[in-house]
């Protein structure tokens, strides 16, 4: 079953902004190649359909998520506690962007603001 993200609280199929299959972002409730937004291995979030180094936008740890390819601090952009997302290395509430309930595989945090 697809995870679908919705605008504002609506849950109409008509107010789906992406859809999520478990390894791609999808724009709308299309889930079809052509509308293929970015593919997630796991660890590394690529753009469009492919999964080739050079399309690699975002790398995750499960815990951080850097800027390309790279696992630097200095490439943080956001860090996941398991529950918010905050801005930086940091896990001060200060820096708190959203928090998450339920399950969405942390790299893909990371498109979707």
């Given at each position: 079953m697809s995870t679908t993200i919705h605008r504002g609280r609506s849950t109409s199929g008509s107010d789906i902004l992406y859809t999520f299959?478990?390894?791609?972002?999808?724009?709308?409730?299309?889930?079809?190649?052509?509308?293929?937004?970015?593919?997630?291995?796991?660890?590394?979030?690529?753009?469009?359909?492919?999964?080739?180094?050079?399309d690699i936008i975002l790398t995750t740890d499960g815990k951080s998520i850097y800027k390309g390819r790279s696992t630097s601090g200095s490439d943080v952009l956001y860090t996941y506690d398991g529950k918010t997302l905050f801005k930086g290395k940091s896990t001060n509430g200060s820096d708190a962007l959203y928090t998450i309930q339920g399950l969405i595989p942390v790299g893909l945090l990371a498109i979707l603001i």
């Open positions: 299959d478990g390894k791609s972002i999808f724009k709308g409730k299309s889930t079809s190649g052509s509308d293929t937004l970015y593919t997630f291995d796991g660890k590394h979030i690529y753009k469009g359909r492919s999964t080739s180094g050079s």
